[in-house]
Every structure is written in C-alpha cells, then in structure tokens.
C-alpha cells in the first residue's frame, strides 16, 4: 500500500476533525474554532471559548526498499499529529468538564485508526500542558507511519 505526503496529512487532519465534529456539541455545546497549522485566519480565536489547533509534523522519510522492476522505490515516513486545545481560564468546568473528554474522544479516533489502512498510529497521548494567562492547554499526539512509492 502507498499513500502520498497530501493524501496522508488530508486523512489524519481528517480523522481528528470528524472526532471533533462528532463530539464537540454534546461536550461543548457549540463547534469550537479548529485551526491548522499553515493555514492563517485574519481573527484571533474567541479566548472565551475551547479552540483547538491541529498539526502534522513528519519527522523522518526514509526509503524502505530498493526500486522494484519499475525502478519505484519505496519510502516509509514516520511523524506524529498534535492536537492543541486551548480551554478558557475564565470558563468554570472547561478543562475538566469539556477539553479533557474531548481530547479523549480525539484520542480515541485515533486508536481506531485510519479507516483506508495505509496509515498506522502509535502511542497516542494525552498531556496537560502547564496553564497560561488565558488558557489550561491540552495537548492529544499520535505517532504515525506510512508508506509512499515514488511516482
């Protein structure tokens, strides 16, 4: 199986974004606002309200096998997805009552895996980040492998 770069940053942005989406009103009552890495907004997010930022990072991509009678070579990247979310201070209960059983619900879709199979998922964590100014930060991370054929 082979799966490109985009394809695979599409299918785990996509995995988190349907548990968020899924989740989100019954925990939150409201669709919080999900940003991407890379992908600017002109607002800032609404500090009075859960956001979460959602990023991919591959970390290494190293050719797995020697090219093959068609002279592809295959290539097995290896990186991990970060889910931040940003729980208000000045909202009673937002950690514990709504960012936490969110960010157990990312965590989940991410032990179920990637419905296509071409990406594997690893050592999926949650971590409570130490709190700011404006926020109690958790952090949801999978590690992820897949592999690529080059074109």
Sequence with gaps: MSITYQAAQDAILGIAKAAIDANANSILGYAPDVRYSGVPKNTPP??????????????????????????????????????ELYCPRNVAGSKDAHGTPLA?????????????GEIWFTDMVIHDLPETAENYPIQVSAMFNYRTITP
Aim: proline letters at 0%; glycine letters at 4%; a positive charge.
């Design 46 to 83: 609404d500090m009075s309200k859960l956001w979460i930022r959602l990023t991919t990072t591959v970390v290494k991509d190293n050719q797995a096998a020697l090219a093959n009678a068609n002279s592809k070579q295959l290539y097995e990247a290896n990186g991990f997805f970060i889910a």
């Design 104 to 116: 157990e619900a990312i965590r989940t879709a991410f032990r179920n895996g990637a419905s296509s």
